[in-house]
């Protein structure tokens, strides 16, 4: 390989406009980022100040049921770290204890899976998993006061009492907080409420594309079984 660079002419001029072009796309790129950055700690500081919480929320969990008309019951755990997904600390849940729908039995079973591996992995220290070791600043519900007061109960009953939790109803885009039966004053269109829909939608599609599979999955298996000599016949 040869690395040849002009000293004079076209070549030179060509060598220097690209040299410079590059320079300043990497001012911009480098500009960008640190405007995105100073964006999504704006937005963490007004939700801290929102929610009243006593740091900026820099890892939020959020949590969301999905279902087919009572089965397939399934939850999604999406996870934003200083304001941005951490897909790689995404995690489902295919609900174990219901035959049927009920969304309060089911957040109660996930959370409780969740925040028992937590306590798990604390007490197993560094040869641990690490899958679900680090808790989240803040716990987001996907729903009302009814999901928030699981979650709630959830944690006391761990002794889990190191995180803040809040609920997103979906209706009217209400904020709740435990102690409270007043929704909490979050501006429509607010940096701290639009960081709060993000993470729920994301919750809310992950959970959804999580049951989609798990539905496909099940009519495969059913098709077969119905198979004479690959089936249970």
Do not use: W
């Not at 999604?76 to 200083?82: A, L, N, Y």
């Not at 309060?104 to 591996?117: P, Q």
């Not at 429509?188 to 599609?205: N, P, T, V």
């Amino acid at each position: 390989v040869q690395v040849r660079v002009p000293q004079r002419g076209g070549k030179r001029t060509l060598l220097e406009t690209a040299t410079l072009n590059a320079t300043e796309s990497f001012t911009r790129h480098k500009l960008r980022r640190a405007s995105d950055h100073n964006a999504r700690a704006r937005a963490l500081v007004a939700l801290q100040d929102a929610l009243g919480l006593d740091e900026a929320p820099l890892r939020i969990e959020c949590f969301d049921i999905s279902h087919t008309q009572g089965v397939e019951i399934v939850a999604s755990m999406v996870v934003m770290e200083d304001g941005l997904p951490k897909r790689s600390d995404y995690r489902r849940f295919k609900v174990k204890s219901l035959d049927g729908q009920d969304d309060f039995a089911s957040m109660e079973e996930v959370l409780t899976r969740r925040f028992r591996n937590l306590l798990t992995e604390r007490a197993e220290g560094p040869q641990a998993k690490q899958r679900f070791s680090y808790p989240p600043n803040l716990l987001l519900i996907d729903g009302g006061k009814g999901q928030l007061n699981v979650a709630v109960r959830v944690l006391e009953d761990l002794g889990v009492d190191d995180v803040s939790i809040a609920s997103l109803a979906k209706r009217f885009e209400e904020v709740y907080l435990p102690g409270s039966s007043n929704p909490v004053n979050v501006p429509r269109g607010s940096e701290a409420l639009f960081m709060l829909q993000r993470i729920r939608d994301e919750a809310h599609r992950f959970a959804n594309r999580s049951r989609e599979r798990l539905g496909k999955v099940r009519r495969f298996h059913s098709a077969l079984d119905d198979v004479k000599g690959i089936g249970g016949e």
